[in-house]
């Protein structure tokens, strides 16, 4: 049995003010919004569509697959993960504490942030990027330095700019799929699928080329 997180957050008015609100929907707040624009304008949003390839990918290759994306409390600042499950039979999509086979962080600290998800032995595919979260936004924090030398010093680590990598490529917004190609790499057992076919199946025309 395979387990997968997928991690992003954001930043809203109510982060920024402190509030505590339940199922209210809040919109980002300015500083949120300029993280957002900045992660999209490097591919980085939103990682549901790599999801997306990596379960049409699974199912393709037999796998029973479950997926779901949990909120937490992103409302008031924190993380957002998509888990995904595979196996021959998966009964929840629920990643617990100590039993992901890899972790995908799109952003540096969220790396380190989900890392008590990961298992003995398991792999952490780490994008070198940098969205600054609330307390350092509002300068009550810093952006801590040599996360990646850290964890690379506890656990089995992939890191790459994948940002970096998708404009040498000729398209800064295929940050995701770069990310995708390092996770199946991570995983090593998918290499028979026909990752192409996915990307085309789940990914809008004008950005597949």
Not at 86 to 94: A, C, N, R, T
Not at 144 to 169: Q, R
Request: charged share 25%; glycine share 10%; hydrophobic share 45%.
């Amino acid at each position: 049995m395979r387990r997968l997180t997928l991690i992003r957050h954001g930043l809203t008015e109510g982060n920024v003010r402190r509030w505590y609100y339940g199922a209210l929907d809040l919109p980002l707040c300015e500083a949120g919004a300029d993280a957002l624009r900045e992660a999209a304008a490097a591919g980085l949003y939103p990682p549901i569509g790599q999801a997306k390839i990596l379960t049409s990918g699974l199912m393709e290759a037999g796998y029973d697959v479950k997926m779901s994306e949990i909120h937490g409390m992103s409302q008031r600042g924190g993380s957002v993960s998509t888990q995904v499950r595979y196996g021959d039979k998966v009964l929840s999509p629920i990643v617990g504490k100590g039993s992901a086979d890899v972790i995908v962080a799109f952003e540096t600290m969220e790396a380190l942030r989900w890392l008590p998800y990961l298992k003995k032995g398991g792999s952490i595919v780490v994008n070198d990027f940098v969205i600054n979260p609330a307390p350092v936004n509002q300068g009550q924090a810093e952006y801590p330095e040599g996360i990646i030398e850290d964890l690379a010093a506890k656990v089995k680590v992939v890191s790459l700019k994948a940002g970096d990598m998708a404009a040498e490529l000729g398209n800064p917004k295929a940050m995701n799929v770069v990310l995708l190609g390092a996770l199946v790499k991570a995983i090593g057992t998918l290499d028979d699928v026909d990752w192409m076919k996915h990307i085309e199946k789940n990914v809008k025309p004008k950005f597949v080329e």
